[in-house]
């Protein structure tokens, strides 16, 4: 089945600095991403979707210049938060979509970063 | 505007009980439901779409128009159903919106 990694599983900041999370689809090529944030006990919001080669989508609300993500191939996005603040400790997750999916919208999701910014 | 809800935030039955986990959605193009399972320390994943009407295990979900449901079901609940569960709706190829979760513990 499809596999999707993220890495770090969790990530201590301090506030000013920026931070990578890499997600990768495992054993298929996905040209679309998702990048999801979680707040404790509260829903999953979809932050952007990201294409490879081309220009993430933003959510409304989510701003481009402080989450910067990059979809330089078939198998990586990345997102990177910038100048991170307290704020932004949360659990954010990527999910990707499998082409092999006889369902196409179905989605499949990463473990998650964990992250805490002091 | 599309929104899930998922009114219990938790849920908690005994071994061999009927369980139900409540979904409404609201959404005024034709929605396409799923129910998405994560268990202790493992990551978010797929367990049943309301288009394929599968029983995955012992689960069922009926996607009910008239009421706007999405309600899971499954008539003899098992210790390993302890997990939390979410509703989603999907309203286009990249928009998928999660309810809040209802986390279900099974009694043994």
């Known amino acids: 089945g499809a596999v999707v990694s993220q890495h770090p599983s969790r990530v201590i900041c301090k506030s000013g600095t920026s931070v990578k999370i890499e997600c990768r689809s495992l054993d298929f090529q996905a040209t679309t991403m998702f990048w999801y944030r979680q707040f404790p006990k509260q829903s999953l919001m979809l932050m952007a979707t990201?294409?490879?080669?081309?220009?993430?989508?933003?959510e409304q609300g989510v701003e481009k210049d402080k989450f910067l993500i990059n979809h330089a191939s078939l198998t990586l996005s990345t997102l990177t938060v910038t100048s991170a603040h307290p704020e932004d400790s949360s659990f954010y997750i990527c999910s990707a979509r499998d082409p092999r999916s006889g369902y196409s919208y179905e989605q499949y999701f990463g473990p998650g970063t964990r992250l805490t910014v002091t | 505007a599309q929104r899930v809800t998922q009114p219990e935030k938790l849920l908690s039955v005994f071994k061999g009980a009927p369980v139900e986990l409540k979904c409404n959605y609201s959404y005024s193009g034709s929605p396409e439901l799923f129910w998405y399972v994560q268990y202790s320390r493992q990551r978010l994943q797929l367990l049943l779409r309301h288009i394929s009407r599968e029983s995955i295990k012992g689960f069922t979900a009926d996607l009910n128009k008239g009421e706007t449901s999405f309600h899971l079901k499954k008539p003899f609940a098992q210790e390993e159903d302890s997990a939390m569960y979410y509703c989603?709706?999907?309203?286009?190829?990249?928009?998928?919106?999660f309810g809040t979760g209802t986390r279900l513990t099974v009694i043994p």
């Open positions: 989603a709706l999907q309203t286009g190829a990249n928009n998928l919106f």
């Open positions: 990201s294409n490879e080669g081309s220009k993430a989508t933003y």
